[in-house]
């Protein structure tokens, strides 16, 4: 029985060691566009199904058919979920074709799992999976909003889609959104160039003993003169 012990103990020990030389070597992709092996997908796939059914089978989902949360909830979709999951009429975008594992697109497919398995993923997230845990900065209210919106979705036409969206108040989720600075660009009155706000100050802080044409801006023509020049070229491919 010892020997058994002692030859289970060295077997375990080696293949301790091969993986690890394994790991250390960098053999290991870790790249988006190289999918795991179907085994290795197989048994991650497994471990979050059973995850998500482990830690979300206390939660009590309330009523999820009222038209205001829907509304509500397809403003906050459109803002945080639709470049991933994509949303009826969209085509996929940047995120959902370079993301791995893909995203799944609650519009083509039908949605798996419960209500209150939607509301943990959402609220907790995925690890390694580009999931956000969106509990972080939103309340549980605005969660069954989102979870309530998505019920609808896989059967939902663009019309329905567009309408809902519109009729929504945006981007919001009862407090920890993310501060704008005044010089974000989703702020309205900085949308204009630097040099054009600055221009915009007022009167009293002006000279007014310098010839008014002294203060208008100067075009030398030149493109290193105009720092926000290149900047609507930025995101091209």
């Not at 704008?180 to 009167?203: F, I, L, V, W």
């Amino acid at each position: 029985m010892k020997k058994l012990l002692l030859g289970m103990c060295l077997a375990f020990m080696v293949l301790l060691a091969a993986g690890a030389g394994v790991i250390y070597s960098g053999v290991v992709s870790v790249a988006a566009d190289d999918p795991h092996g179907s085994w290795v997908h197989g048994v991650l796939e497994t471990a979050r199904e059973r995850s998500i059914e482990s830690h979300a089978s206390d939660i009590a989902a309330p009523p999820l058919d009222d038209e205001a949360m829907k509304v509500a909830g397809a403003g906050n979709y459109a803002s945080m979920c639709a470049s991933c999951h994509l949303a009826p009429g969209m085509q996929e975008t940047e995120l959902s074709k370079g993301l791995y594992p893909s995203p799944p697109n609650f519009v083509s497919s039908d949605m798996h799992g419960e209500p209150e398995e939607r509301f943990w993923v959402i609220k907790h997230g995925i690890k390694a999976s580009g999931m956000p845990a969106w509990g972080k900065s939103m309340q549980d209210e605005y969660i069954w909003q989102m979870v309530a919106f998505m019920q609808e979705l896989p059967d939902m036409s663009a019309a329905r889609y567009t309408a809902l969206v519109a009729a929504s108040d945006g981007h919001q989720h009862g407090g920890g959104e993310t501060a704008q600075s005044p010089s974000s660009h989703h702020d309205d009155d900085t949308r204009q160039p630097h040099h054009a706000r600055e221009a915009d100050g007022p009167a009293d802080l002006q000279d007014s003993h310098e010839p008014k044409e002294n203060h208008e801006p100067k075009d030398s023509g030149r493109a290193e003169d105009h720092p926000h020049s290149s900047h609507d070229a930025e995101h091209q491919h």
